[in-house]
């Protein structure tokens, strides 16, 4: 069922972000901080709330920088040689498939029928979805449009994407929540308000919003920032992905000359190691990145989880991302759970709030050793922030055996050919899907 709602555009943003109460969450919502405030009349969360952002870079305030220096945040500063970094020509070796949870909602929600104890394990419960589409008055989807949730006594913070799209995951960003509700959605001057059911169970359709009083443009900046996994059994993942992201972005700048692109890296081991989390500032500067990147070593780890919220903290927390009308996608890379620290006061799920919050996408890849609780897991994540699942495969013959996904069928694709597919597809507003059709489905 769809739910289409109008709006004349000039309508001022009420000041309905209050407080939210002594809970922790701070004040009620807000794409810079993300996630669900509660008022004092609410129990408490289940968990602690995101940790407090650094400021973030305005889209077009960040300039092309011609310098081969490259910040380690964590550690030290790289300065790159001035001549090239030496591109190797071993692109196209790492072969990947995906799946399109946001799309076959069918397939989805039989997998998690199947793999339902990790949900209760894992705290969270994907199966529900409201999807809010934004258009202008020429139906042309609306990029990085405010959507602000009020249901109970809290409100949810959401950002559209390129192709006008908000995934609301209320088993995720507000467990435990369902009934009447209503929608603020913003996009420059033009506000409306709509009200719609979050449903206990299963999908609540889809809400088309049409903002006759704004005018839309595709993306003018892109940030690309990776997350990797570095621990020791990760060490030919890591060396090939790094083989091959020089050609990946220069095939989106080739296939989108007018957009900026910008990336940064986080790597993360586990509280065991001598350094947890390593971070690359986001620069324009591909071969510059790519030679730090390369003085990354695979090392460390030990029992099977590893600290992948302290890895997805500091990506969506210490990096600037862009504001504004820009792509933003974070790839997560890796072949372990996270391991829970009931210190930390950050996880997967203030994660994803976040990034939904923000409209980041994480686009989630499975490397060797995966097992059937990170497909659960980073199809969550995919799922709640528009991203197909991806998961590297056994045709390479690089790394150690892939677990295919627990899905009807499977196309597969050269990992660099599927990440440039699905960020040029974004940037063109056209969402990340996985392909209709790419050679014989494996049954």
């Given at each position: ?98 799946v399109g949870d946001h799309d076959r909602r069918d397939n989805y929600l039989d997998f998690l029928g ?103 443009a595709m993306p003018a900046a892109l940030d690309l920032a990776f997350a990797i996994d570095v621990t ?212």
């Amino acid at each position: 069922m769809t739910a289409t709602a109008e709006s004349s555009g000039g309508e001022s943003r009420g000041a309905d972000m209050s407080a939210a109460g002594p809970t922790g969450y701070g004040r009620a919502v807000g794409a810079d901080t993300g996630g669900y405030a509660e008022s004092e009349e609410m129990a408490p969360a289940p968990h602690q709330p995101p940790a407090a952002l650094a400021p973030v870079d305005s889209a077009a305030a960040v300039t092309t920088t011609t310098t081969s220096t490259v910040t380690v945040e964590t550690v030290t500063e790289i300065t790159v040689a001035p001549e090239p970094v030496p591109f190797q020509q071993q692109r196209a070796l790492l072969t990947a498939a995906s799946v399109g949870d946001h799309d076959r909602r069918d397939n989805y929600l039989d997998f998690l029928g199947r793999q339902s104890h990790f949900g209760r394990e894992l705290g969270i419960d994907p199966s529900r979805r409201v999807r809010f589409r934004v258009v202008d008055g020429r139906g042309v989807p609306v990029n990085d449009a405010q959507v602000d949730i009020s249901i109970g006594q809290g409100v949810v913070a959401g950002r559209t994407h390129a192709d006008g799209i908000f995934d609301f995951h209320p088993g995720v960003l507000v467990p435990g929540l369902y009934g009447p509700a209503s929608a603020r959605i913003t996009a420059g001057q033009a506000t409306r308000t709509v009200a719609f059911h979050v449903p206990a169970h299963g999908d609540g359709g889809e809400v088309l919003l049409r903002l006759e009083g704004t005018h839309t443009a595709m993306p003018a900046a892109l940030d690309l920032a990776f997350a990797i996994d570095v621990t020791g059994s990760m060490e030919d993942e890591l060396r090939y992905v790094n083989a091959e992201v020089t050609d990946i972005v220069m095939r989106i700048r080739q296939a989108s000359p007018e957009t900026r692109v910008r990336v940064a890296a986080t790597f993360y081991r586990d509280r065991t190691d001598r350094e947890v989390v390593q971070q690359i500032a986001f620069t324009e500067d591909v071969r510059a990145f790519a030679g730090a990147m390369a003085g990354v070593r695979a090392s460390g780890g030990g029992d099977y989880p590893e600290d992948m919220n302290a890895g997805l903290s500091a990506s969506l927390g210490r990096l600037h991302w862009s504001t504004g009308n820009a792509a933003r996608v974070l790839v997560l890379i890796a072949d372990a759970p996270p391991k829970l620290y009931h210190d930390a006061g950050y996880d997967w799920r203030n994660a994803m709030a976040e990034a939904s919050a923000r409209g980041i996408r994480i686009l989630p890849v499975a490397a060797s050793g995966a097992d059937r609780k990170v497909e659960y897991l980073f199809r969550a994540m995919g799922s709640v922030t528009g991203a197909p699942y991806v998961y590297l495969t056994d045709d390479s013959g690089v790394g150690n055996p892939h677990q295919e996904a627990d899905t009807d069928r499977v196309a597969v694709e050269y990992f660099a050919d599927m990440l440039t597919r699905l960020v040029i597809s974004d940037l063109r507003g056209e969402g990340m899907h996985e392909p209709g059709v790419f050679g014989p489905y494996r049954q």
